[in-house]
């Protein structure tokens, strides 16, 4: 499907062209938040994101010397790749989200092309709405589209997350590659993460994202996040002692959690917890927007976030300002944080005419505990990658 949007498609050609005097295609990849779901995904569970209307744009045209040239407008730098090197250096750098995707591509027996790519993102970075994967997406598909070749999103995506796992370093879960490929304009989508196979759900046309940015930048290549992913690990490997069929968190039930708590340490317990219950409040929170029962997804909304605060221990006192701020305003239905943690954005949802008070009670709540200004941003759920015509 491609969509018309004149204005940024505008810009993305003119910049294209100034540079590298040529006339390119187009693509764009969607950022995303998570509205339930969160560390879910690397233990086989479930998660709901929905794709947002922010964008790493991408235009490309082809070139004959087997290179890359690849242009940031974000970071004014310009960087080579070579399509030929089947044993790349990571440069812990924006272009390896690039580069990543590009070995990843070939490992998976695709020949690719050299082309002149110009990216320019407005995701925010380091806010947690997943830049890097609308990176790698972008790249992935525009790289398979100009050579003609039939996308597989799925496929797609699982490439991308390996170019995270095992190019950049970062130990993340599928959710956010996944999502910026298949996702729907107007749609949440809940994915079980072990079989891949995910449902579009409907979110009502009257209500909106709100998205708030705390400016705290979150990491995840490192520190508490692989920390996470290892206590998990650890928690399989105790659970599966007494329970044989347990392959990841995603197989323990609560009542397998009540009986079995004892054989884990009291940290990893509340792991557990979190993630066995998160895991559940998935499939109500699907059965709520089904029913159009806003006001109880946002109920789970708010149990996810205590969850993740208090169990997995992954959110930050701004965060929390930020949620508690939202909370019992008239027409948000519900606020939590939203991706990795430690920092990054929260996300509401709101009815649409509630949209105004929210912005302004966040802003000048968050300023004056913090002594920070938030960044607002308000958003629909969007259409996942895609090429982009001019009118
Ligand atoms: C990051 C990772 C995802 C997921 C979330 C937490 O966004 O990239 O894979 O693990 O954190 O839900």
Known sequence: MQTRFPTKFADVLSAFRERFRTIPRIYRAPGRVNLIGEHTDYNDGFVMPAAIDFYVWLAVAPRNDGKLVVHSVNFSETIEIEIANNNPTRRNHWSDYVQGIVLMLQRAGHSLRGADILIRGDVPIGAGLSSSAAIEVSTGFAMLDILGISIDRVELAKLCRRAENEFVGAQVGIMDQFISCCGH??????????????????????????????????????????????????????????????RALRDVSTADLNRHASVLPPTILKRVRHVVTEDARVESAAASLQQGDLPGFGNLMRESHRSLRDDYQVSCAELDIAVDLAGGLPGVYGARMTGGGFGGCTINLVAAEAVENLKHHLSEGYQRKTGITPQIFVSSAAEGVEEVKEE
């Open 185 to 246: 304009a107007g749609k949440a989508l809940m994915l079980d993460c072990r079989s891949l196979e995910f449902k579009l759900l409907p979110l009502p046309r009257n209500v909106s994202l709100v998205i708030c940015n705390t400016m705290i930048r979150h990491e995840l290549s490192h520190g508490e996040y692989n920390t996470r992913r290892k206590e998990c690990a650890e928690a399989v490997r105790l659970l599966s002692r007494v329970l044989p069929g347990v």
